[in-house]
């Protein structure tokens, strides 16, 4: 089962601009985290976001958690044609075994 | 350096034969996973293993199994049963978090392409 569901299914933007990606999901959370993947390569963990915390921020990337929405997003500023790739959020339900799991993905095309 | 091993990168299955996929990491993490990716679909779970000699089934686990013996390795073998088994398959493994669990980034492969003859 596919807990995270990201929107856009796709983005393309200008270098220059700000991309955002969005992520819902349905159960309660231990935490999210939000993965960068390069067509035919292995995913890139970004940033990881605890259920109690609101706002992170990592170089040009900031994530917000929003636990009473069930949603997250992640914001690109000044994108670069080298943050073409796709994005995938993932979610670790609070509880039980605690097995990340993935959304279908942003795919962010970033013209030069 | 620390990482993940995936290999081969491309494999071909003829019908009726099993495969293997070899998955080596030396981050001594605990936790490890097998995920299946078709194209442009999000990454489903098939198979993980939190600590060595036990496993457990994700959400696609028919047609497939794994073993952990070594903390070190989780081969996971595509049989004759998996009647689709053309995807891209990625290996990941994580840390166990403070008070149980494996709720902490995942480290992953550069994946193993399979595709049917």
């Known amino acids: 089962s596919q807990q995270g569901e990201e929107d856009p299914q796709a983005l393309s933007i200008q270098e220059g601009e700000n991309a955002t990606m969005n992520c819902s999901y349905k159960t309660s959370i231990n935490n999210l985290q939000w993965y960068r993947q390069n067509s035919g390569r292995g995913l890139v963990h970004l940033i990881l976001i605890r259920s109690n915390e609101r706002e992170k921020h990592s170089g040009r990337l900031r994530v917000t958690l929003d636990t009473s929405k069930k949603s997250s997003s992640l914001l690109i500023t000044a994108s670069r044609a080298a943050d073409t790739a796709s994005y995938f959020c993932?979610?670790?339900?609070?509880?039980?075994?605690?097995?990340?799991?993935f959304g279908r993905g942003t795919s962010l095309i970033v013209h030069p | 350096d620390g990482g993940i091993t995936q290999s081969p990168k491309y494999l071909f299955r003829k019908e009726g034969q099993n495969v293997t996929l070899s998955c080596e990491q030396n981050?001594?993490?605990?936790?490890m996973y097998w995920y299946r990716q078709d194209p442009g679909q999000g990454l489903r779970l098939i198979y993980y293993s939190q600590i060595v000699n036990d496993f457990q089934k994700g959400d696609i686990a028919e047609g497939y199994s794994v073993s952990r013996e070594k903390k070190e390795s989780f081969p996971l073998t595509v049989t004759s049963a998996q009647k689709n088994p053309t995807a891209f398959y990625l290996c990941?493994?994580?840390?166990?978090?403070?008070?149980?669990?494996?709720?902490?980034?995942?480290?992953f492969g550069s994946g193993t392409q399979l595709s049917v003859l």
């Open positions: 981050l001594n993490h605990d936790a």
């Open positions: 990941a493994s994580n840390r166990r978090g403070q008070g149980g669990g494996s709720r902490e980034k995942l480290f």
């Open positions: 993932a979610t670790v339900p609070s509880g039980g075994s605690y097995i990340p799991t």
